[in-house]
Every structure is written in C-alpha cells, then in structure tokens.
C-alpha cells in the first residue's frame, strides 16, 4: 500500500497455434478482463467529448485491439500487455490509516525487448526501465499476437491521494449523466397517465353518476334498455369463465410478483441493495419471491372459491409449479449452453440445488399455507346475482374484436415504461451499473397505474356493447404489454448488440423471454384486479329489479 511499482514483469508466455486463435477471438469479440481490488471493480476513465474534464468508467478493460502498421492495410491483433494501475485513497488524518476509494487502469500494448538471458522478474527490460526512468506512456511499438512469438506481461502501480471519502466511493461508479432523459421519460409516461384518467374519470362520471341515477328513477323497463348495454348483463357478468382454474393460477402468480416488485423497489429506493454488495439485487429477489409464496396461494384460492371450485389442492399445485417451473426449466437449458461452452458464467451445481431447495423446501409450503388460509375465509360475494341461462352475446364491431382490442390495450403500458427499459437493457447486457431506483420506482408507480387504467377503459367498453366475457380480456389486455417488450428485446438485439455467436443470441433471448412472461403476470395481474374491482363497483350501484 502507497508504494509505487514501475515495470514489475509478472511472466512471459510464449504462445502457440491454439493460445493465438484464442486471444484473436477474444479481441475480435471485444472480451474484457475484470479485476477486484478492496471490492471495487477495475474500470478504464474514458474522457467524455461532450464535457472538459469529465470522464465515464468502462468497467474492465479489453483483452486486446485491433489495428494496421502505417502503410499497411493488413488487420493485426495487438494484446494489452502492460497495464498501469492507479490506486486512489483517501487519508484519515485522525488515525493515520488510508483506505482506497478508486481502482483505475490503462491497458498498453508493448513489444518489451530485454538484454541478455531471460531471469524471470529479474530480467532487465530495455522497453521499460525504472532505474533509467524510462516509462511507459504510449503503445507506439504495440505487441502482435502472432504464434511463434513471446509475450511479456507488466504493469506499472501508483497510488494518488484522494479526496473521495471512503463512504461515498461508490458514487463516481454511479454517476448518471443523462438524468435529463429519465425525466423525458417520467414526463411523457405521465402523459399517458392523464389521457387514461382523464378516461376513466369520464366513465366513472358518466356511469356512475348519470347511468345509475336515471336506471334508479324507476323507468320503464323499454326506456332502460335503450339506455345502455352494460346494465342488461347484471345476471351474467359475475358468470365463472372458461379455463377458470388457470386464471386463478395465473393471478396468484401475478401477485407473488407484483408483492416481490414492490418491496425490491421499496428497498433498493431506501439504499439498501447497494452495488457495493454484489449480488444482494439478484438474491433479494429470489428470497422475496420464496415468501410471497404465501401471497399467490391466498390470492388463487380466494378467487377459485369465488368460481364455486371446491380443489382448493390442486390450484396451489398449480401455483406453486407453472410458473417456477417453466422459469427454471429455460434457465436449466441455458445454463447447460453454458456449461458446453466451458464458461465461468455457468451456475455451479451446487447453486442449482440450493435454488431447487429454496423452491421445494420454502415456496411451494407457503403456496399451500396461502392457499388453505385463503380457502378457508368466506366467499366473495358478488353484488348481483348469476342467471341460470347464460344470454346471447349478440354481434361485436370490428374494434371490439377480442384479438384487436388486446393487443391495443398492450400498447399503452409499454408506451410508459419503454424509455426506462431501454436504460435496464443497456446495464445488464452492456456492462453499465444501473442505479436510479428513484425513477425506476416511479416508472413503476406510473406503470400500475396504466396497467389499472387501460384495463378499466376497454372493459366498460366491452361491457357497453353487450359482451360480458371480461374475465380473460382484463388480464390478457394489460398482460400484452409484454408481448411488445419481447419485440423491443428483438429490435434492441438487432440494433443495438452486436451478437455474432449462437449460443450468446440464444442466451439473450432465452432470458428475455423469462423476463416477457414475468412481465406478463405482473401487469396482467393488475389489469385483472382492476376490472374486478370496477364491475363491482359499477353493478353493487344499480337496483336490480
């Protein structure tokens, strides 16, 4: 510590046909190498062209580059064979201790020459001397990566006095500079937040208040129908849908997520997942979402109950599998892709079999526990009572088309979390830290609230022309937002990745299709709670004669 190295020579390799076909590959897919010193990731400062003096971090830096000799066309591959560190820390005057708060390099590419025999690290490089002060500071002479030919590894190590405080060490790694487009993006998701109420406030006026209190006076039974349509389907609307079993399974798994989501966000927002803690995002989640297993079993059984079901068992069988378990049987398949390539980033076994344990040992008992607790509460009451003989549902527009109008109604919640998503894919699949929770909460707030109200919107639409199967339609109609994130995902890939290897694209398309169909249940599941509430709302108001 505080001692500075200069040209320390680590090792030299002599590479073969095998060892250069590797590191060419490797350059040519841009590989980095990371480092961990005192727990903070290595990063390369790179001067931004937009501000004097400001830099952002890449994390890591590339194994290698390409380039031509002058007066050559000819691609070479040149390795990163010399790296010069800079360890910044921070001086704690009181107690005479330092305590490093920055972790920096800058990769050179060098073709070292020495005199004489080769004496390991006592050999004298003629490239890069500290007694004849000779550093270095540029990559003129650079390092080929050619078999038949050595490479000699060194580095350089300077520590710099800082005035970074060790506690807020992590805030340069942090820095987010386009703040600006984060509330471009809040803005105009709020936009579409107000068009949907100002909707809803409309129908809630127009039915509620006009609809109801003329049906009330008692009118001829001819004056009543010519009204409006919703009314005329008080003795079906509450009516068990097809599939009903599903729907339950489906919302169960809805709200496991939504109640996993928010308190993540709750926690994350407070500062409580700091980056600085590796992988506490990541193992947050997977806990959070082993103990609202005892959320989607209640949710599932309650409305099973509400459909006259008496399995109360095998609807948590199913909540506790469907989903877990097509999840897992994805990311089982890609980590076998993984583990085929030899890669370091596959699951350890081990690992795996803490996770089945976690799902087995934890999540589906709770799921049990929900469900009996749920089952054993009375029934919900619906506000009319259900026909003996389902009617007629007569002829429907072309717009009300059941395809069409979910499909639409996906848009809108896509529409308010899309710029935000954009931030969220560049982070995990191009090495940035994401750390707005404050928007990313936000996001989230303004997202329910879509989902809720574009719900509402196209049900009372749907009802006012005489059709009273909502069930399905409420969840499926916000629920298709995520059939738009799996193509933004797709156009993101093309346009943005630069993905050549097939395992890779499968890789991230297999991930993006556990994040659609999470996505999926979460706004479905708000969709479908809203329109619950609102039929109930709107039909416990009217006299039924």
Same mark, same amino acid.
């Given at each position: ?31 980095? #190498? ?18 004097? $003096? ?5 994390? $890591?830096?590339? #194994? ?73 500071? !540029? ?28 506690? !807020?060490?992590?805030?340069? *790694? ?40 003329? &049906? ?25 849908? $097809? ?6 399974? &489906? ?75 097509? =999840? ?18 596959? =699951? ?85 830290? *994401? ?11 303004? /997202? ?19 059709? &009273? ?13 995520? /059939?738009? /994130? ?60």
């Amino acid at each position: 510590m505080r001692e500075p190295q200069m040209c320390q020579i680590v090792c030299k390799i002599s590479v073969g046909d095998k060892e250069a076909k590797v590191l060419k590959e490797k350059i040519e897919d841009e590989y980095r #190498v990371n480092m961990i010193l005192d727990n903070l990731p290595l990063v390369v400062p790179i001067q931004r062209v937009d501000q004097e $003096g400001a830099y952002f971090y890449q994390h $890591g830096f590339h #194994v290698g580059a390409k380039g031509q000799y002058s007066g050559s066309k000819e691609e070479k591959y040149f390795i990163h064979n010399h790296l010069s560190f800079t360890v910044k820390y921070h001086r704690d005057e009181l107690r005479d201790v330092s305590r490093i708060v920055a972790f920096e390099v800058k990769p050179y590419s060098v073709k070292h020459e020495y005199e004489g025999q080769w004496k390991d690290k006592k050999t004298r490089l003629t490239t890069c001397d500290p007694h004849a002060k000779r550093i270095i500071t !540029s990559s003129d002479s650079p390092q080929e990566v050619e078999a038949g030919k050595d490479i000699v590894f060194t580095y350089d190590v300077d520590f710099k006095e800082s005035d970074i405080k060790w506690a !807020s060490r992590w805030d340069s *790694y942090l820095l987010m500079t386009d703040d600006q487009i984060h509330w471009f993006s809040i803005v105009n998701s709020l936009m579409i937040v107000l068009f949907l109420s100002g909707m809803v406030a409309m129908i809630m006026l127009r039915t509620l208040y006009r609809d109801i209190s003329k &049906y009330n006076q008692l009118e001829t039974q001819e004056e009543a129908q010519e009204e409006t349509g919703w009314k005329l389907l008080h003795g079906d609307v509450f009516r068990p849908p $097809g599939n009903s079993d599903w729907l339950c399974v &489906y919302v169960g798994t809805g709200v496991q997520f939504f109640g996993m989501m928010l308190v993540t966000m709750v926690f994350a927002v407070l500062g409580f997942l700091s980056p600085s803690n590796r992988g506490g995002l990541m193992t947050a989640m997977l806990l959070l979402w082993v103990f609202m297993g005892l959320l989607a079993g209640y949710s599932s059984s309650r409305l099973y109950k509400l459909f006259k079901g008496s399995e109360w068992k095998n609807i948590a069988l199913r909540t506790a599998f469907t989903f877990p378990g097509s =999840v897992f049987a994805i990311f089982f398949f890609l980590n076998i892709l993984i583990w085929g390539q030899k890669s370091s980033g596959a =699951v350890p076994f081990t690992t795996m079999f803490a996770l089945v344990l976690l799902w087995f040992g934890i999540s589906v008992p709770l799921v049990f526990v929900g469900s009996f607790l749920g089952f054993k509460k009375p029934s919900i009451e619906d506000p009319v009572k259900t026909n003996k003989i389902p009617r007629q549902v007569p002829e429907q527009a072309w717009y009300m088309n059941p395809i069409f109008s979910i499909l639409i109604g996906g848009i809108l919640p896509f529409g308010a979390v899309f710029i935000e998503l954009f931030f969220i894919l560049t982070s995990i699949w191009l090495h940035q830290f *994401y750390y707005i929770f404050g928007f990313l909460f936000l996001v989230f707030l303004i /997202l329910i609230v879509t989902c809720a109200e574009i719900s509402i919107v196209l049900c009372y639409f749907q009802l006012c022309s005489e059709d &009273y199967l909502w069930w399905w339609r409420s969840y499926l109609t916000s629920g298709s937002s995520a /059939l738009y /994130l799996f193509l933004y995902a797709t156009f993101y890939f093309f346009t943005k990745l630069e993905i050549t290897k097939f395992v890779s694209a499968v890789l991230y398309f297999g991930y993006m299709l556990i994040a659609s169909y999470s996505f999926f249940a979460l706004t479905g599941t708000i969709g479908f709670y809203a329109c619950f509430m609102f039929t109930r709302l709107i039909y416990s108001s009217v006299k039924i004669e």
